[in-house]
């Protein structure tokens, strides 16, 4: 059902709401996971894969530790980074690379605080056209 699934992080302790449900659902769906990250700050904007900065730097390491511990529990994992802005380089990803569902946590921002802050789950849901599982953090 869901071959692939691509978890979508923030680096944030937003992420551990869908890193742990993800957990159970690729075990029960024995699915592969792709991690992504959007690295977006000035740096990873303006020089993309050529960017090098601390940002980077902490996104790398922090990919790296999410993947070790999918890997941990015998769920097949990559991970990637990605440059610029977030909604726009997902939907970019699943678009390019495909996958049967993207899972993705949200901050549960209400209204005007999407407007002013940027709804990233409510512009990659309405720009693909795969499943879209949304998890609210606590």
Not at 54 to 61: G, M, S, V, Y
Not at 108 to 131: C, E, K, M, N, W
Request: charged fraction near 25%.
């Amino acid at each position: 059902m869901y071959d692939t699934i691509l978890v979508t992080l923030d680096g944030t302790p937003t992420d551990r709401a869908i890193i742990e449900h993800v957990k159970q659902l690729a075990k029960l769906a024995q699915s592969r996971l792709v991690l992504l990250h959007v690295a977006d700050g000035w740096a990873a904007r303006t020089y993309g894969p050529d960017a090098v900065s601390p940002e980077i730097t902490d996104d790398n390491a922090y990919l790296e530790k999410v993947r070790a511990e999918f890997q941990s529990i015998g769920i097949p994992v990559q991970a990637e980074l990605a440059y610029g802005e977030p909604a726009e380089q997902i939907i970019k990803w699943v678009q390019k690379k495909g996958c049967d569902l993207v899972a993705m946590s949200t901050h549960g921002h209400r209204l005007l605080a999407d407007v002013f802050l940027g709804a990233t789950a409510t512009r990659v849901r309405h720009s693909i056209d795969v499943p879209v599982l949304l998890l609210k953090a606590k």
